[in-house]
């Protein structure tokens, strides 16, 4: 028996997945019955799918409820209504879902991808993956995206048949896919692209809300672009006399209605027209699910006006630098006392080494903890 024929004698009425994915899912494609299976293998579920259970087991993860206390570009310290990692990650899975159905995708191993894909994400955002990575420099670095793997393959412990979270090959091959994107002759899985593209939807359109609503910039400069200039067009020809806060919200709710409508009419134009007949057909193609080139122009636009004015912001300048001028010290503190880790990490040492060990500690720290452990160890050496 395979792990998705779920429908037996002991569960009657019940429709199997494959039956359910057969009816739905269009050729192109993951079906469930497809999988490659997982590292450890286990018997199947009465009435959860592969991929549902790849879902399940990423919620139910330490590490993804971390994600709460994990900044996605703002810190705690500049308000607590903007997005945490936690956030941004349901939202990607949501926008991500949405494109899934419409192009009559594999939602399950959808949902699974997206809530999966920031996992790895270490305190302080960006700026704390380019201390941990400048920190294990002789030790092969640091990438939020490959510690999302160590996380699911050997850190997270909730199964004593096996170490990490034994999720399918297809999800643990699709976040590879982010390690190093020149890997392997074949285009990721549409499901994996699909995922990218809500990614990158996301982000340029929720660091607009929270760059706007902290008083970064205003929705005026942003202007400057022609995607942020034609979503406010847009939104003043349909909505009459808003105030700047609903403006604000209706520019950012259209700004991915009107990315994910774009993505959605150039992909399945393609799909209709020279639809692949399975999975692997389409990924042996060149063809990339994602924006039109005139969108992904205007995209780029913006990104590169959020770089100069937001990211490089002095607000967030001073927060990032002085976040990994504590990691570093942090690191340090660690590497020379290896006895302060966790009793998870024991055997950890002699495994990976004392900077990889310490480095995927502290990476697995919220920014709560994170500063918690930082008065507690070093503050009255640091000037704290």
């Known amino acids: ?48 799918g592969p991929f549902q259970r790849d879902r399940d087991r990423v919620v139910h993860s330490a590490a993804y409820r971390r994600l709460s206390g994990k900044m ?38 959808v949902e699974a991808l997206a809530l999966f894909h920031d996992i790895g994400h270490p305190p302080f955002g960006h700026c704390g993956e380019d201390a941990l990575n400048e920190c294990l420099a002789n030790a092969g670095g640091f990438s939020h995206n490959q510690f999302a793997l160590t996380l699911a393959e050997e850190l997270e412990i909730r199964y004593q048949r096996f170490p990490g979270l034994n999720l399918s090959f297809e999800v643990l091959e699709g976040q590879a896919t982010r390690v190093d994107k020149r890997a392997g002759r074949q ?18 359109a929720h660091d607009t809300d929270d760059a706007v609503k902290l008083g970064l910039v205003t929705l005026d400069e942003l202007c ?34 009107h990315q994910v409508s774009d993505v959605l009419r150039r992909c399945g134009a393609y ?69 302060w880790l966790s009793k998870r990490f024991d055997g950890r040492v002699e495994r990976v080494g004392v900077e990889r060990a310490v480095g995927e500690y502290l990476a697995g720290m919220t920014d709560r903890y994170f500063e918690q452990q930082f008065q507690r160890r070093l503050a009255a050496g640091h000037g704290g």
């Open 187 to 204: 285009s990721p899985l549409l499901e994996v692209q699909v995922v990218d593209a809500a990614d990158s939807i996301t982000y340029d």
């Open 72 to 109: 996605q570009v703002f810190t705690g310290d500049m308000g607590d209504y903007h997005r945490t990692r936690l956030t941004h990650t349901q939202e990607v899975a949501s926008i991500a879902r949405t494109m899934a159905r419409a192009l009559r995708l594999n939602e399950d191993l």
């Open 1 to 48: 028996m395979t792990e998705i024929e779920t429908a037996t004698d002991e569960w009657p009425g019940l429709q199997t997945i494959a039956d359910r994915e057969q009816l739905l899912l269009a050729p192109y494609a993951m079906h469930s019955v497809h999988s490659r299976g997982r590292r450890h293998a286990e018997p199947p579920h009465a009435y959860r």
């Open 224 to 257: 400057e672009t022609a995607m942020i200039r034609e979503s406010v067009e847009r939104v003043r020809r349909s909505h009459v006399g808003l105030s700047s806060e609903m403006m604000r919200v209706a520019v950012v709710h259209d700004l991915i209605d």
């Open 271 to 339: 799909l209709a027209e020279q639809p692949p007949e399975s999975a692997e057909d389409a990924r042996r193609r060149p063809f990339r699910i994602g924006p039109t080139a005139e969108l992904n122009e205007k995209k780029q636009a913006l990104e590169r006006l959020l770089f100069q004015r937001v990211y490089r912001h002095p607000r967030l300048t001073s927060v990032r630098s002085e976040a990994q001028s504590r990691l570093r010290a942090m690191f340090d503190a660690y590497c020379q006392h290896p006895e």
